[in-house]
């Protein structure tokens, strides 16, 4: 038995160790739990499948055909946004392998120096300045880093996450700095899609109660339940435009602000504070372009970069059979090297010379 030592080169991704599923060769990224994702995909499908089937086809007729084409814009769109934030990474932070965690932990104590017995020691925070304010940058314990200014700890996918905003369990991923744009664009577009089936909802309602009354155009509608089917559909896209609505307005003022929900919900540019937002360019517009229109950042966790790992196989050695040890026919063919006669001492050589003179 011996050992053999074999090099394999491993993706990024396949060795980080937080609570995300990948597939795809790692180009899909979600959180485990997909619960509430699936959640959302059946409501959004099963919503705008009944308003094709049975309001559709009556308001194409009566009133005109660019209705449920543009309903099916707004349905692509609203899928579109939703798999692209469901499927991005989120810009999930590496983290520090062990050689840079102990360099690391060796500069912290050279910092703080002895720390006295029973006390506390100080917090990990390095001080850096953006835009003439003082940001702070605080120690991850778990992914052994000082994570950069905006950047936060997930607990549901343990992962530190880059401009951090929210874990969303609606779209079954957090929500960071690579998939932003992507969400807010979901939401806004998922708010004109629930408004716009939820007025042709009672448009159709309306127009059939001209002629027929209102509870006979309710016991008339098509389907096998057609009450439950309209009382349904109407149920769902009232609540879900209460609530979807009002979550693109808030995030539309934080984009407004250039600000995160993590940001707004600790208060860190707050005025008790009394530190003002280093990110905010004191404009609107500007703020609305950086954070919708800006560069397309870059995968930490790529899915062509490598990491080496080594690891030993045993190997069984055979020893030869004595079928194996004994010379091939081909050998036995060719003729023994001849023997090459002694050489001459120099004594002999010099008798040899006198010899010959005589």
Not at 48 to 70: D, G
Not at 127 to 141: A, G, P, S, T
């Amino acid at each position: 038995m011996s050992a053999v030592m074999i090099t394999r080169k491993v993706r990024k991704w396949e060795k980080l160790p937080g609570k995300n599923t990948f597939c795809c060769d790692g180009r899909v990224m979600m959180a485990r739990q997909k619960g509430v994702f699936y959640l959302t995909l059946f409501l959004i499908v099963g919503t705008c499948s009944l308003f094709f089937a049975f309001e559709c086809p009556y308001l194409a007729v009566h009133l005109s055909p660019a209705i449920p084409v543009f309903a099916v814009i707004l349905f692509l769109f609203v899928i579109a946004f939703l798999l692209r934030t469901s499927f991005s990474d989120p810009g999930v932070l590496p983290r520090a392998l062990p050689e840079e965690a102990n360099f690391i932990e060796m500069e912290i104590e050279a910092a703080n120096g002895n720390v006295p017995a029973g006390q506390r020691p100080p917090p990990r925070i390095r001080n850096v300045q953006i835009n003439n304010q003082i940001v702070k940058l605080k120690y991850c314990y778990t992914c052994k880093i000082f994570r950069p200014p905006r950047a936060s700890h997930c607990s549901i996918c343990d992962n530190c996450v880059d401009r951090f905003d929210h874990h969303c369990p609606w779209v079954g991923n957090c929500v960071g700095k690579r998939n932003y744009r992507y969400f807010y664009l979901f939401t806004l577009t998922l708010s004109l899609l629930t408004i716009y089936i939820f007025a042709f909802n009672i448009v159709h309602v309306v127009m059939r109660s001209v002629d027929q009354g209102f509870l006979n155009t309710l016991k008339e509608t098509p389907g096998t339940y057609p009450f439950k089917l309209t009382v349904l559909e109407v149920l769902v896209c009232f609540f879900t435009l209460w609530s979807v609505v009002g979550l693109t307005g808030f995030h539309t003022y934080l984009i407004s602000l250039n600000q995160t929900t993590n940001e707004d919900i600790k208060g860190s540019w707050s005025g008790k504070n009394r530190i003002q937002n280093p990110y905010s360019h004191k404009n609107i517009i500007k703020n609305c372009c950086e954070v919708l229109c800006g560069p397309t950042y870059p995968r930490y966790l790529h899915s062509l970069s490598y990491s080496t790992i080594k690891f030993y196989v045993s190997v069984l050695v055979r020893s030869p059979s004595p079928k194996e040890s004994s010379p091939s026919p081909k050998e036995e063919e060719h003729p023994p090297a001849p023997k090459l006669p002694p050489l001459a001492s120099p004594e002999t050589d010099a008798e040899t010379s006198i010899a010959k003179t005589h």
